[in-house]
């Protein structure tokens, strides 16, 4: 599995508990409308990691900070897992492990699950 795949993965596997289901009204003794839908929905990316960042004190720098957000998810954070995330997106920015290399992966990883559904905040992809 590709470490997209699992950023994308551990942050769209929240969705049920940042936006719960609506409940159905009974109408005159009629059987309720199911509310499942299985097709795929966007997911508010930044609901998602904020609650996460919540419950694991505060999650550090990850709206900027690729380390960070890797962290928060429990992810591998090393040079390896970032080298090979950069290779697998595309990002040439910078020399591996630089800020510039992390900041640039970080954008690339944001543009990337806003293409894969994610609704992410302006101020996660700039």
Do not use: C, W
Request: net charge negative.
């Amino acid at each position: 599995m590709s470490i997209f795949s699992k950023i994308k993965d551990a942050i769209f596997g929240h969705k049920a508990e940042a936006q719960p289901m609506p409940e159905t009204a009974d109408i005159g003794g009629a059987q309720p409308t199911p509310t499942f839908n299985p097709t795929p929905q966007s997911v508010d990316v930044g609901a998602v990691l904020d609650n996460l960042a919540q419950a694991h004190d505060g999650g550090g720098n990850y709206k900027s900070s690729i380390v960070d957000l890797l962290k928060l998810l429990d992810l591998d954070s090393s040079m390896d897992a970032r080298k090979e995330l950069a290779d697998e997106l595309g990002v040439h920015a910078g020399d591996n492990g630089s800020a510039e290399q992390n900041i640039a992966l970080h954008k690339a990883v944001m543009q990337k699950l806003a293409e894969n559904g994610g609704i992410v905040p302006a101020s996660m992809r700039d």
